[in-house]
């Protein structure tokens, strides 16, 4: 009797270890939405995925996708990527069910986080004044140039222009 005891409490305890928490499958979901995002992005974009981050800290949420670009851009065709980055993104989040189901609410544009560093096709860096990074970070639009020189304690990437998420909505309508 103790060994079929043993075995039931063995096979409660599995299955217990087996449930995922609701952040767990949230974060599982998370996943697999930036994942198809990647796939999409690269397909219609020719973004390439190069890493992702996140943060749950209160205040300071936000998921976020990195990508690599190769090929020269100007400012509006750095805004337009970065912009159609990050819509696709909110809108393949707050439009999957079974993540909708586990959260209070649809994710905000402010926690999505995109930034594109972009190449010459032949890998090389972009030169200076030519953008070589365009950010989107709590609704905001930064693009950077890479100095010329490395130098000791000075950034390398220079901010060229910032705008609003609204000021680059409005420029694209342009």
Not at 71 to 81: F, G, H, K, Q, S
Not at 91 to 108: F, M, R, V, W
Not at 137 to 160: D, H, L, T, W
Request: hydrophobic content about 35%.
């Amino acid at each position: 009797m103790s060994f079929i005891n043993l075995m039931v409490i063995g096979a409660l305890f599995f299955c217990s270890s087996c449930s995922k928490t609701e952040y767990e499958k949230k974060r599982d979901l998370e996943n697999k939405i930036i994942g198809q995002t990647w796939r999409q992005l690269e397909k219609e974009k020719n973004l390439v995925p190069a890493g992702e981050g996140g943060s749950i800290v209160e205040g300071d949420e936000f998921i976020g996708l990195y990508f690599q670009y190769f090929n020269p851009v100007t400012i509006d065709e750095a805004r337009e990527l970065v912009i159609y980055a990050a819509e696709t993104l909110l809108h393949n989040l707050n439009s999957n069910e079974k993540l909708n189901e586990l959260i209070d609410q649809p994710y905000p544009l402010n926690w999505i986080k995109i930034e594109i560093f972009i190449y010459n096709p032949d890998y090389s860096k972009i030169k200076p004044p030519g953008v070589a990074v365009v950010s989107f970070e709590k609704n905001k639009i930064i693009y950077f140039y890479r100095r010329e020189k490395f130098e000791i304690g000075k950034r390398s990437f220079q901010i060229i222009q910032e705008e609003t998420y609204e000021e680059a909505l409005e420029k694209l309508k342009k």
